[in-house]
């Protein structure tokens, strides 16, 4: 099963980080870490990928564990546009995604 | 510039009935990708298109469902003798090419309701 672990659900405030878990124990090396989001009543969206370093971009940070089998998303002062369903996939491309349930984040005022 | 778009955003139809759903990717995106998302899950793959081929059709749950991009643009899902169980949101995505890591852009997609 290609799919990953993470909580069903997590919540934090406004303007204060967040820290995303991921587990992927089975990743095999050439595998990649990809984030994607879905906001409510939106398709899903990219965030991040990466494979073996830390990563930034505009939207969030990609720390992934040394042995790859876990990684973190990390939105560094999270609004209320952040809370969202973030999907964990691990995968070699842009071929087939497969999400699981994601995690559910909720971002209080 | 333009995005995925899909429609119908809403189809209510009967069961037994014939369904046809439509995808118009990002210009210049030469792969495009159909999933559906049943109420509290996430997406679950159907099949994706490289130009007008279908180069993976494993996701497609039984022969009732079919898909085709005959100009290697726009794509039609078909459902054929719909049933209540294929109630869901049916999403499309592009991307630029299927290799390498060419995120994939999703449109806003359909809500089907089989009656």
């Known amino acids: 099963d290609a799919k990953t672990t993470q909580p069903n659900s997590m919540e934090s405030n406004e303007e204060e980080p967040v820290h995303l878990p991921c587990n992927h124990s089975?990743?095999?090396?050439?595998?990649?870490i990809h984030w994607y989001r879905q906001l409510p009543s939106q398709g899903p969206e990219y965030v991040i990928h990466g494979l073996t370093s830390n990563v930034n971009n505009r939207m969030a940070s990609l720390a992934i564990a040394e042995d790859r089998k876990s990684s973190t998303l990390i939105l560094h002062r999270a609004t209320l546009r952040d809370a969202a369903v973030y999907y964990c996939i691990r995968g070699q491309g842009a071929q087939k995604l497969v999400f699981g349930q994601g995690t559910r984040l909720t971002i209080n005022p | 510039g333009a995005g995925v778009s899909q429609t119908p955003s809403n189809k209510v139809t009967e069961k037994g009935k014939y369904v046809e759903l439509r995808c118009d990717p990002i210009s210049g995106h030469t792969a495009l990708y159909w999933y559906r998302q049943s109420l509290g899950q996430g997406p679950e793959f159907l099949i994706y298109?490289?130009?007008?081929?279908?180069?993976?059709d494993s996701g497609l749950p039984n022969d009732r469902f079919f898909a085709v991009r005959p100009e290697g643009s726009v794509s039609t899902l078909k459902i054929q003798r719909t049933e209540r169980g294929d109630s869901a949101v049916y999403l499309c995505a592009s991307s630029f090419t299927s290799g390498g890591l060419n995120e994939q852009f999703f449109g806003p997609g359909t809500r089907l309701t089989v009656l």
């Open positions: 089975t990743i095999s090396g050439t595998d990649y």
């Open positions: 298109f490289q130009g007008t081929g279908a180069a993976d």
